[in-house]
Structures are given as structure tokens and as C-alpha cells.
């Protein structure tokens, strides 16, 4: 297993990584037969993200995702506990045996498949960027002489990572930088202090709504191609039976419609609430 990357930036995974001197040693996995005579399936995601894991005006932590997993473990018979982590820490703590799932918008790359197996894909999404409603940024090397906030540990910040290192962004003065939460990279792109944000689509547009001197705009490839994803949730490869009855759950709710009906509820309500990706 890969220890989880520690960034200049995250201090706490660094210190809570020597505090238990064990993160990257790999724990047993829970099987089904373990998560059902517990009684609790344990789920990990980072939060806010909009429409699929965000607080709602109680405070409560709802959304897409965790519907899903409400029903997955309605299906296993067992109680849902969730956690948050930091975007990057979640792979690291599946693989560590600390959860049994991971449902956090998560998009399904090779890359992850190396750490993690991942269910059926149950949304299309794709990277947005967020500028100031003035700047003309449409296709990757736009981005040239700025500097683009993403969340650590997000394609978004591979995608531009990637680009600096060898690609359309190479040598062009684009600098990147990592924040634990995209609603914070937002508020840096208001002060001036960032050019663009690279988030998913659906975020994009949320932490837009009511910003008038903002806009959401899809990101292309230097090509032109749309930068699209599939989110999946993530188990750990050990666990060929709770992956089974995820996908069971996963298409049982894409054929009946519900995960539609999910996505719209979710959207509106997290429109209806300025403050739900900023939490
Ligand atoms: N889809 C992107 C990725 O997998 C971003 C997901 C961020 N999710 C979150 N819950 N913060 O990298």
C-alpha cells in the first residue's frame, strides 16, 4: 500500500500520520460477515460537495451520496456511520483498513484502481473551471501566467498538476495550488488571489449561484476534448461481496429512476441554501 502524500499544506494528516505511526500499515478488512455482525457499515467522505455530501440548514450532514449508502446499508441490514476526512486521506484510510467504503464523489481512474476496487459508475460529471465573469479562460492552456486553486488529493488538481509538469501548461508561469476545500479556493478567486478554480461540474455551478461577478465554465482539453468522469463508490479490494451488493444498490436506484430523482432534490436544496458548500 502507498503511504498517503503529505502536502506542505496538510499538517494535521502529518501529525495525526506520527501520532499513530500505524497509517500506513494495513489493517485486516472488514468482510461482509464483520460489517453485518457489527452492525455498522463505516463510510468515509469529505464534506462540504454539493449535491452529493453537504450540510443542510439543520446542520445535518445529507446528499446524493449519502442516500446511496443509507441504502446500501439498508440492504446489508446494518446502521450507517459516516466520517469526514481530507479529500487525499480517504483512498489512504480504505486501504488501511479504517473504513469500509468510500462515497465522496470520487471518480474512478486507473490510478485509484491500483489502491481500491470501485462499484458500477452511477454519475457523469466533468472539471468546470470557476473565473471572474470578466476573464476569457475556456480551454486548458488558458490558464498560462495564472494561478488555479483545486482540492488536494482531486482530479482537478492532477489534471492541472499534469499539465504544468509536461503538457499545455508547461513553462507558461500557471502555478497550482492545493486547499483542503474548494469553497475556499472560491473565496481566493474573489480577493484576486487566484485566477481559476478546477472543480467538477456540479460544485462549479453551486458555488457559483449568487456570485454575479463569477462564472462556471466547462473545462476543455487543449484538443478540446471535455475533461469527463464517473464517479464510482470505493471498497477495499478485499471485499468482492460488499462491492456485489453496492452495484446491486447502485442499479437497483439508476433503473428505478430514484437516483435522478435524488440528484434534482439534492441540487435544489443546496441552491436553496447559500451556504451549503461553504460550511
Ligand atoms: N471528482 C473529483 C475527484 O474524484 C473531486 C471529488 C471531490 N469530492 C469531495 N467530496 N470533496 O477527484
Do not use: W
Amino acid at each position: 500500500m502507498k503511504c498517503p502524500v503529505i502536502r506542505p499544506l496538510s499538517v494535521f494528516a502529518l501529525v495525526i500520520a506520527v501520532v499513530l505511526g500505524g497509517s500506513c500499515k494495513k489493517a485486516p478488512q472488514r468482510g461482509l460477515d464483520d460489517i453485518k455482525a457489527s452492525g455498522q457499515l463505516l463510510m468515509l467522505t469529505n464534506a462540504p460537495f454539493p449535491p452529493y455530501e453537504f450540510y443542510a440548514a439543520d446542520g445535518d450532514l445529507v446528499g446524493v451520496d449519502i442516500d446511496i449508502a443509507r441504502r446500501i446499508a439498508r440492504h446489508l441490514g446494518v446502521e450507517l456511520t459516516v466520517s469526514i476526512r481530507p479529500f487525499d486521506e480517504l483512498l489512504p484510510a480504505l486501504a488501511a483498513g479504517e473504513a469500509d467504503m468510500v462515497l465522496a464523489g470520487l471518480t474512478i481512474n486507473d490510478e485509484r484502481l491500483k489502491q481500491a476496487s470501485f462499484s458500477l459508475p452511477y454519475i457523469d460529471a466533468m472539471q468546470y473551471l470557476i473565473i471572474p465573469s470578466t476573464a476569457n479562460i475556456k480551454v486548458l492552456e488558458d490558464l498560462g501566467g495564472k494561478t488555479v486553486g483545486a482540492q488536494a488529493g482531486s482530479t482537478g488538481e492532477e489534471i492541472i498538476a499534469k499539465a504544468i509538469a509536461d503538457g499545455a501548461l508547461h513553462k507558461t508561469g500557471c502555478q497550482l495550488l492545493a486547499l483542503a476545500d474548494p469553497a475556499e479556493a472560491v473565496a481566493k478567486v474573489l480577493t484576486g488571489e487566484l485566477g481559476a478554480v478546477v472543480v467538477d461540474d456540479t460544485v462549479a455551478l453551486q458555488l457559483t449561484a449568487g456570485h454575479a461577478v463569477l462564472s462556471a465554465t466547462p473545462l476543455f482539453s487543449q484538443s478540446g476534448a471535455m475533461l469527463s468522469e464517473q464517479y464510482g463508490v470505493a471498497v477495499a479490494p478485499s471485499n468482492p461481496e460488499l462491492l456485489s451488493a453496492v452495484n446491486e444498490v447502485i442499479t437497483e436506484l439508476k433503473n428505478s429512476g430514484e437516483l435522478s430523482a435524488k440528484i434534482k432534490k439534492y441540487e435544489a436544496m443546496a441552491r436553496e441554501q447559500p451556504g451549503a458548500a461553504a460550511q
